[in-house]
């Protein structure tokens, strides 16, 4: 991780200590310098007691669900669409125009991501995906959102001042290349189609999915053929 990056990142966590500490000044410390755990925490906690109670979930079912969005599905699903859309050019068209469908060939789609667009970067263009209001993001091909695409600084700063932010996080975009900031919800979530190195012509589908990380699928970097990516 470059200085800048970890500047941003150290801002973020800031804030989300902030957050807790004023959650902790509202009358949660225990007195004795033990902070018990937060409002929310304990809400959840009570709410998760009474249904699995009352027989309306399943506790192993909700562990399955969450293993499922760690583990097994994650940002290496949004890889192989990218590698796709980089060797065929057809299904890239078909990406653009009906994200869902094309997805749904790969056998990707469902919980949300029932709603999808694909955006392309180009030497031109760069796109960049947040979501102001919370933290949507397209769990059937990204997973879990990351800690700091649901940080405040993110989401402010992707509206306000996208060209900087994405400088702090190591990517200096040139002047003439125009930044578009897409602003994920419930109903529509993004997926960006990062630009396919150079220099690798001759790599399979294989290979190009290994180098696409899930940065570059939110748009806050790009991809290099000398990723150190999980190729195999
Ligand atoms: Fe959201």
């Known amino acids: ?3 800048a990056r970890r500047g941003f990142m150290k801002v973020a966590l800031t804030a989300a ?11 949660q410390s225990s007195g004795h ?3 018990l755990p937060s409002d929310t925490a304990l809400r959840v906690k009570s709410l998760e ?29 949004g890889a192989r669409v990218v590698a796709r859309a980089w060797v ?41 995906v947040v979501c102001t209001l919370c933290s949507c993001y397209p769990w059937p091909v990204l997973g879990l959102p990351p800690v700091w695409y ?46 396919r190195p150079t220099g690798t012509e001759a790599f399979s589908e294989e290979q190009l999915a290994a180098l696409v990380t899930r940065d570059s699928m939110i748009g806050v970097a790009k991809v290099s053929a000398t990723s150190t990516g999980d190729r195999s």
């Open 150 to 195: 649901k940080s405040a600084p993110y989401r402010s700063r992707s509206v306000i001042d996208p060209r900087g932010m994405l400088r702090e996080l190591g990517l200096d975009l040139p002047a003439d290349v125009g930044v578009r900031v897409w602003d994920s919800t419930a109903e529509l979530r993004y997926l960006v189609i990062p630009e």
């Open 17 to 27: 200590a902030a957050v807790t500490q004023s959650a902790n000044a509202h009358g």
């Open 33 to 35: 310098g033990q902070a």
């Open 88 to 128: 065929d050019p057809a299904y890239k068209q078909r990406l653009l125009t009906n994200a869902d469908a094309a997805l749904g060939e790969l056998g990707f789609g469902g919980l949300q991501g029932e709603h999808m667009v694909a955006v392309e970067n180009n030497a031109n263009v760069h796109n960049l």
């Open 1 to 3: 991780m470059d200085e």
């Open 49 to 77: 007691s009474l249904l699995v109670e009352k027989g309306l979930v399943d506790r192993k079912a909700v562990d399955a669900l969450i293993d499922t969005y760690e583990q097994k599905i994650g940002p290496r699903n």
